[in-house]
């Protein structure tokens, strides 16, 4: 599909506001966020601990002086200790599980879920969607806001939504097909396995009316764009977001394709260095840091996202004046220390997708081998292609998906052909990762 810049929408307004003006009000929203933000004891405390009163935060500059929220502060306050309104303001209440314990909670007023749906409209807006879209929500409704952040924002700009959540993936394709579907949110790795399960009930998704694709909530690298819009024939977007902040909407791309857009008259970014804390300028990677300009629930200040990314001031030609950021391939805490080298799971998937007829689905197995160091085999399901081949060329195929992950990571790893749709699949975020190294 060739690249149209969207027609305006009024939804969109703020994403176009000259540069002053949007300090301006991030200013104004910051002041009346901090005030908010100090009725809440956790950041009282931090804040006096800090010496830093609401009055001390005159400029969004002045941002820098706040401290830092992590996520384990909102475990320690769980599940209502960050509320910053009374319980009977609060309309709704998310939960993201995390690995251990107990979820996070997170809250909503109804000005705030009004936000959440205007952003998420804002970047459906920015793929060219419209009211016309018919949009399929395939991420899971529940406490995971994937499924009614996506269902919100599609909502408000009037689009046909099928609230169909994750799973039954026949009836996923069964329905694209038979509803006319334009437009599917997901994630990545379960449109790809949507893909799949399309070939093998013979219908071809390029023949369906799907255009757009919403992708996000986990990373996923340009190999696998490359696949889903070879594949499907759509435009494959990425949207992010995270519970803390609001769910998806914090950020998404643009018909462009390059870098998310932050919609930062309501989150405003930061990138610091992750071992020190110092803030980075912008250009520069590094953690990624959030702040809620109008959640009125929940404010978060300076919220460490852990999600590794650049801030780009370059401007865009889709006109839009709001910053972008680079597209999140690691967070801080999925990187592996494999015999000393840092190696994230989404330089494994680029390695493999370079090579061509590698199939997406993988898994990292992690062993310690007698010799007392790690060992990594990936192994990586076989198209049924690949099965009719020689062992010779066989052999030659996982030399070169070896030889393509080795150039990026550095370190030799075994491949392992795996029959065809072995690897389990996941209908939300995949975890791609064994480690059965010993500790
Ligand atoms: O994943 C919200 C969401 C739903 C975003 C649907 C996009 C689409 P959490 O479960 O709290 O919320 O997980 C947040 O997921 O800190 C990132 O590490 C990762 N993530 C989200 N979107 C992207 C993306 C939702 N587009 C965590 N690219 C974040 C890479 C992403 N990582």
């Known amino acids: 599909m060739s690249t149209t810049i969207p027609a305006y929408h009024p939804v969109s307004a703020p994403d176009y506001l000259p540069r002053k003006q949007m300090r301006e009000l991030q200013t104004a929203r910051l002041k009346r966020m901090v005030e908010r933000a100090y009725t809440v004891e956790l ?28 996520k384990n502060d909102l475990r320690d306050t769980y599940p209502y200790g960050l509320f910053a309104s009374p319980m009977n303001e609060i309309v709704r209440l998310h939960a993201s599980s995390g690995t251990t314990g107990k979820p996070i909670v997170v809250a909503y007023t109804k000005e705030d879920l009004d936000v959440w749906d205007e952003v998420v409209a804002r970047a459906l807006v920015g793929y060219g969607v419209t009211e016309k879209d018919i949009v399929q929500v395939a991420y899971g409704y529940g406490l995971f806001t994937g499924g009614l952040g996506l269902h919100g924002g599609a909502s408000r700009l009037g689009c046909t939504v099928v609230p169909i959540s994750g799973g039954n993936t026949e009836r996923q394709i069964m329905l694209m097909r038979d509803f006319n579907v334009t437009c599917c949110g997901c994630t990545p790795s379960y449109f790809v396995h949507i893909i799949d399960k ?11 009316p799907i255009k757009f694709g919403a992708f996000g909530a986990e990373p996923w690298s340009e190999e696998v764009r490359a696949y889903i819009e070879e594949q499907a024939g759509i435009k494959a977007f990425n949207i992010y977001g995270l519970s803390e902040i609001c769910g998806p909407g914090v950020g998404a791309e643009c018909c462009f394709q390059d870098g998310m857009h932050i919609f930062e008259d309501h989150f405003y970014p930061e990138i610091i260095d992750p071992a020190t804390g110092e803030v980075l300028p912008d250009g520069t990677e590094g953690e990624l840091v959030l702040s809620t300009l109008s959640k009125d629930a929940m404010p978060m200040l300076r919220y460490r996202t852990r999600d590794i990314t650049t801030i780009d001031v370059e401007p865009c030609k889709c006109g839009r004046t ?15 220390i494999i015999r000393g080298v840092n190696v994230f799971p989404s330089q494994i998937e680029t390695g493999i997708l370079r090579v061509d007829g590698a199939s997406p689905h ?3 197995v992690l062993e310690t081998g007698a010799d007392g160091l790690d060992r ?14 020689t062992v010779a060329s066989v ?3 996982k030399k070169s998906i070896a030889q393509s992950i080795s150039q990026i990571i550095g370190l030799s790893v075994k491949i392992t052909l795996v029959q065809p749709y072995t690897i389990a699949r996941s209908e939300g975020k995949m975890n791609r990762v064994v480690d059965n190294r010993k500790k």
């Open 395 to 397: 052999e030659q195929f």
């Open 198 to 208: 399309a070939l093998q009930m013979g219908v071809n998704m390029r023949d369906l």
């Open 43 to 70: 950041y009282r405390n931090r804040m006096n601990e800090k010496g830093v009163t609401p009055a001390d935060i005159q400029s969004i500059d002045d941002i820098s002086k706040l401290p830092f929220t992590m």
């Open 376 to 389: 990594i085999e990936v192994k990586v399901e076989a198209t049924p292609d690949a099965l009719d081949d």
């Open 362 to 364: 993988f898994q990292i």
């Open 322 to 336: 709001i910053r972008r950021i680079r597209p999140i391939r690691r967070r801080s805490d999925d990187m592996l």
